[in-house]
């Protein structure tokens, strides 16, 4: 086992709380401000106790910053959804996007490649548009006789994994020189996430109701308070509906799944496998709908799951 299996096999012992670490050199001024206004406002709301409180006090009780002072730093869940630019302390705690051609041999590596930086709700913002606009959009006739463009992939399940590859990743020194990585190929699109399954889950009970296990456990609380820049939609549920939806999204498109076991590297890749053959501005043709639907997770141990 490498050195950062094995760290990430004892981290999986315990609840890790490497979201919780203080992060010298931070403060309040390295927030958004407009982030977190938005998410205060729904906290207080929701909470009266909270609605009571300065805002200093409920930023250290929220997990954003790790103390009670007006100069305490901020936590490491607190910087990733609320900074403004987390990858000034983390360089490479962010998403790289790469678009591969049909033909390898072209001699044009990618279509289109993009290094995607900012707090995650921004990450997950930019790397859906730069997903949306790479993907090819055919036009089908609803049931009552209209026409609706619909995206090749569906772009619900997209964002979940996105989502969910960001918010579960192992966030341990170990891999913060590891970026999430998302691949759009003509046959398939994969997300890898370091850090594998963690806890009780097991392979066989992805995507069954009520199967969960938070490795980020106040990040995973922050991110389903905060909301997208540009939307009033929030970040996540946080109400371990991730997998089950992106399986649920699959099968209202008629993209049933299984499971199965194999070995491989640790990482999540999530995945839909698509006609290679369908051209990006397919209309109305057979050829461009996808042909099936895949998730393909690998974590520490010796397995992984690929639904298709």
Known sequence: MTEAEIA??????TQPAYDREVID????????????RRTLRRVRVGFP???QSDDTMVLFRLGITAGSSVDAPLTLAGLLAFGQFPQQFFPQLMVSVVVHGPDSSSGTRFLDNQTVRGPIPEMVETT??????????RAVISEHGSRVDEVEYPLEAVREAVVNALMHRDYSPVTRGTQVQIEL????????????????????????EGVSSSRNAVLSSLLA?????????LVAENRSSGIPAMLAVARRRGLPGRASAARSPASWSPWHARN??????????PDSEPTCLRRHITSPSPCCATTT
């Open 49 to 51: 106790k909270l609605a």
């Open 225 to 233: 308070d905060t909301y997208l820049p540009s939307s009033n939609e």
């Open 128 to 137: 859906l548009a730069m997903l949306r606009r790479n993907l090819a959009v």
């Open 8 to 13: 990430l096999t004892m981290a999986a012992r």
């Open 276 to 285: 290679s053959s369908a051209p990006k501005s397919a209309v109305g043709s």
């Open 25 to 36: 050199g931070t403060s309040v001024q390295d927030l958004d401000d407009e982030a977190v």
């Open 185 to 208: 190929f003509p046959d398939r699109l994969v997300v890898r996430s370091p850090g594998g399954l963690y806890g009780g889950v097991i392979v066989d009970e992805l995507g069954e």
